[in-house]
């Protein structure tokens, strides 16, 4: 039986392991959570233990290993399985730069011409203010390198951004993760999760799918990893997927083959929608989260089939069920702040014909669930159309609680 390892801890790596068990495999994850080790074998290693990884891969002679999240991809996990002759879904160290470095990816778009906002790059926060002294408000100011999601700035004036400027620049907030920022021109539109997978030679979309990255109804407040997705979008058409292919798509593989990225792995590609034309807002190297949790449970295709295909170069279509899927996030109060955790979560938390529940920070005690992270559930609901997925996402959601919980109420109120 094949024998597949899953690196990481969310709801997104749950999601992979619900898939995974559609297949005839043997799963581990490393190091997994609470509703995880459900399906598979939780193994306590962290996910940017990238040594006793793939001591573990050695010893068990594990046939696939899928990279969730962005921080092993960054230390170079992928580069080092295949020196040592393992089977490694995600992008090599120097392709991951993309999401990486935001500062390598708006070169990137410029130099290719990608349709992307105008940017400045800066490390020195005198300069930066001088230029933001020339700009109209909003503004978006990015932290360059990794932030869990929480490094971008949507700033409405000068005096906000002076303060954003100095944490990041000055007292570095984000640690030498912010060493670099990227300011760019905000463009107001309709926000785009379009995730691909890319085989070194072609890249082939998923479904579109939208994320609710900030924390409070309305998208006010500050950003969050995501307080809910669905998938697909209504209004995205076969026109849309046609425009996407011929603006987006087939210019992007050009600039990957012209700047030797040859790129294995998940592609996400966030944008947005501005008067029909598409912008790149952000690069990710991997399954969104939760972009997974609505659009793995939509997905036809085997995905260790898919992952192998990827690794060697032999993807082919993506096929997808006709149907809609909502995911709404259950967060401890607090978060993306300070969270207190250990809190029981009371209700029923199996799986039933139109929900999916996938466990984003939960610890597993005897036979109770405890929080233990910032979000906590991500309840899906699968339906014919938005609306039904959204009705069974939030019955489930009303029939769960947990002290001090947290959910926005609109997700999918378009
Ligand atoms: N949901 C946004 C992300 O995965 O980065």
């Known amino acids: 039986m094949t024998k597949v390892l899953v690196i990481g801890s969310g709801g997104r790596e749950h999601a992979l392991v619900w898939k995974l068990a559609q297949t005839q495999c043997k799963a581990y994850c490393a190091p997994g959570n609470g509703g995880i080790s459900q399906l598979a074998h939780c193994i306590p290693i962290s996910a940017d233990n990238i040594s006793e990884l793939l001591a573990f891969v050695k010893k068990e002679n594990v046939d696939l290993t899928i990279v969730g999240p962005e921080l092993p991809l960054s230390l170079g996990i992928v580069d080092e399985f295949q020196e040592a002759g393992y089977k490694i879904f995600g992008p090599t160290k120097n392709a991951a730069q993309l999401e990486t470095s935001k500062a390598f990816a708006r070169k990137f778009c410029s130099k290719y011409n990608l349709p992307a906002p105008n940017f400045e790059i800066f490390n020195d926060s005198k300069r930066a203010i001088s230029y933001l002294e020339t700009k109209e408000f909003p503004v978006v100011i990015k932290v360059s390198g990794l932030a869990q999601g929480k490094g971008v700035f949507i700033v409405q004036s000068l005096n906000e951004a002076h303060s954003i400027v100095k944490k990041i620049l000055e007292n570095r907030i984000f640690g030498e993760e912010g060493n670099t920022i990227v300011i760019e021109d905000f463009i107001e539109g309709k926000e785009i999760s379009l995730l691909t997978l890319c085989d070194g030679e072609k890249i082939i979309p998923c479904i579109p799918a939208r994320d609710h ?67 790149i807002l952000e690069f990710n190297c991997r399954w969104g989260d939760p972009e997974a949790e609505v659009l793995l449970p939509l997905l036809k295709n085997d995905l260790v089939e898919i992952c ?57 005690i005897d036979h109770s669930f405890y929080t233990s992270g910032g979000r906590v559930l991500a309840i899906t609901g699968i339906g014919a159309t938005l609306a039904e997925a959204r009705k069974y996402a939030y019955q489930r959601v009303s029939e769960i609680n947990f002290e001090n919980m947290y959910y926005r109420n609109d997700i999918g109120v378009l």
């Open 213 to 279: 990255k900030p924390l409070y109804d309305g998208n006010k407040g500050p950003n969050t990893g995501g307080m809910g997705t669905y998938a697909p979008v209504p209004e995205l058409d076969e026109k849309w997927t046609e425009k996407i292919e011929n603006e987006l798509l087939t210019p992007l593989l050009e600039a990957l083959k012209k700047e030797n990225i040859e790129y294995h792995g998940v592609l996400y590609i966030g944008l947005m929608i501005k008067e029909d034309k598409p912008y």
């Open 308 to 364: 192998i295909n990827v690794i060697e170069g032999h993807l082919s279509i993506l096929e997808w069920k006709k149907l809609y899927a909502l995911t709404v996030i259950m967060a401890s109060g607090g978060y993306p702040g300070k969270y207190e955790t250990g809190k029981i979560i009371k209700g029923n938390l199996a799986d039933n014909d139109n929900t999916l529940i996938f466990h984003c920070g939960t610890k597993r």
